[in-house]
């Protein structure tokens, strides 16, 4: 006997929840009623079928989870913190979504995207920390790094880079959901290499990988763009831009608003 997606039938009430048996004939199925009696463990089965359906951009219940969501960012000195005051985008996304959540911050500074950058991020130990997080959710904000000269000139292989890393990260047992965020905005001229125009030529391709391998978008772009003040050394966000960074995450990750400072 083989019943049905659980996640069409399971109804959240206070009673025994009816689901049908389908048992093969020669004609087709026969469906016979059935009682799964509502415990902690069918709730949770029914939550968990809900959650693995979900696409790219629908919120996270954690109620679907019987552990705090674990979130693995991962990036480079703008996830890490540099500027913003020890109040880096990651911490104050572990405040606003509370105890239900577990955030991680596998930063480091200066790391790239490509592998053929100065800096890999793919050699670094924060990689290999990141996958043994057993996250449930993969934040990867890399690129900036990537539109330096010396770093751009294997800017045919960042979207294949890219794609081999989200792999990496959703072939994990844990099989998180990944989301892939469009870079901070850098105000002109730049600074330390980093530019505004390559940044604007990162974002269709990740837009691109986005929408061809069903990943998550997180929009850091926008989130800072009309507040260039956020960036004072025009590269790193200060404790405001993380903030501002944080909530753009928060949105993604619960479909919700973050509350703003009291």
């Known amino acids: 006997m083989r019943l049905r997606p659980w996640a069409d039938k399971i109804k959240l009430a206070c009673k025994p929840v009816k689901v049908r048996d389908c048992i093969p004939t020669r004609s087709g199925c026969t469906h016979l009623p059935m009682k799964i009696p509502l415990t902690a463990s069918t709730l949770f089965l029914a939550g968990w079928f809900s959650a693995i359906a979900l696409g790219p951009d629908d919120p996270i219940n954690p109620a679907a989870f019987k552990e705090p969501v674990r979130v693995a960012c991962v990036g480079d000195s703008i996830t890490q913190g540099v500027g913003a005051g020890g109040r880096s985008y990651p911490n104050q996304l572990q405040a606003l979504l509370g105890d239900k959540w577990k955030v991680g911050n596998f930063g480091v500074s200066g790391r790239t995207l490509l592998r053929k950058g100065d800096l890999p991020y793919w050699r670094e130990q924060a990689f290999t920390n990141a996958q043994a997080f057993k ?18 000139k294997h800017n045919a292989e960042f979207f294949t880079d890219y794609k081999d890393l989200a792999t990496t990260f959703r072939k994990l047992e844990s099989k998180p959901r990944v989301f892939v965020c469009r870079p901070c905005p850098v105000p002109e001229p730049g600074n330390f290499g980093i530019t505004e125009k390559n940044v604007l030529l990162e974002i269709p391709l990740i837009d691109k990988l986005a929408k061809e391998e069903g990943l998550g978008v997180i929009d850091m772009h926008a989130a800072l763009l009309a507040t260039p003040a956020m960036l004072p050394d025009r590269v790193h966000p200060n404790a405001d831009g993380a903030a501002a960074m944080a909530a753009a995450a928060f949105k993604a990750l619960t479909g919700k608003a973050a509350e703003p400072k009291k």
């Open 135 to 152: 996250p449930d959710v993969v934040i990867i904000m890399l690129g900036t790094n990537d539109t330096k000269p010396q770093n751009w």
